[in-house]
């Protein structure tokens, strides 16, 4: 299921709204003032969020990825019982976000799409089949996030040896290498990375890893620093 670029709905939402002549609080208002108030309402604002829905069998493997260039994601499963299940703000060295799951159990599944800072925009939610990259790299994600470097290092060459053309891998596989101190490593990881990202046009990301790279290779030294 693809949804594109569809501006965020308040669902359940009332929105409340005074206006007055004078701007003075309403409870401060004479009652021959109050005559004059053209709108007066109460309700309650509900987060930003807009909720999808697709079947799903017991160990079926899926991903789940929301992506927007206008605000911070944040990404919500809920199972057939209407628990949460799981959900990721950032993933992917990005403010995008992904779950990769292996279903708990059959029925209908919400993919709840929402925004971490409260704020609205165009965004694209897809539910597809995992593939192997995908179920590698969030192995790897996880070992990470658990302080596990050689599992988190073991787990992104399996993805990278899956779709060895997505540089994240390598950027990750070489944040795990510093942890290590294996700087030639890590120097091969980025020039790999740039590597992909001067085949696809992306000139930002070349300039942003090759001056990255530039620190590591020859790192600031006290006699070179200013103070």
């Given at each position: 299921m693809i949804i594109q670029n569809r501006p965020m709905r308040r669902l359940g939402t009332l929105v409340a709204a005074i206006v007055t002549l004078t701007g003075v609080p309403l409870l401060a208002i004479a009652p021959s003032a109050r005559a004059q108030i053209l709108f007066e309402e109460s309700g309650t604002l509900q987060p930003m969020t807009d909720d999808y829905t697709f079947e799903g069998t017991a160990g079926q493997q899926v991903t789940i990825a929301m992506q927007s260039e206008e605000f911070d994601t944040l990404l919500v499963l809920l199972g057939p019982d209407?628990?949460?299940?799981?959900?990721?703000?950032?993933?992917?060295?990005?403010?995008?976000?992904?779950?990769?799951?292996?279903?708990?159990?059959?029925?209908?599944?919400?993919?709840?799409a929402r925004s971490f800072a409260g704020q609205g925009g165009n965004y694209t939610i897809t539910v597809r089949p995992s593939t192997p990259y995908d179920l590698a790299y969030a192995k790897g994600q996880e070992a990470m996030r658990s302080g596990d470097s050689a599992g988190a290092i073991a787990a992104y060459t399996e993805a990278i040896e899956a779709d060895p053309d997505q540089p994240t891998a390598y950027l990750d596989r070489a944040d795990m290498y510093w942890s290590q101190t294996d700087t030639d490593a890590v120097v091969a990881d980025y020039q790999r990375a740039i590597a992909i990202y001067e085949r696809s046009g992306n000139m930002d990301m070349v300039q942003l890893l090759q001056e990255q790279l530039s620190y590591i290779q020859n790192p600031p030294t006290e006699e070179s620093m200013p103070f």
């Open positions: 209407g628990q949460e299940v799981a959900s990721n703000d950032d993933y992917g060295r990005s403010l995008n976000s992904t779950i990769v799951i292996s279903l708990p159990a059959n029925g209908t599944y919400t993919a709840s």
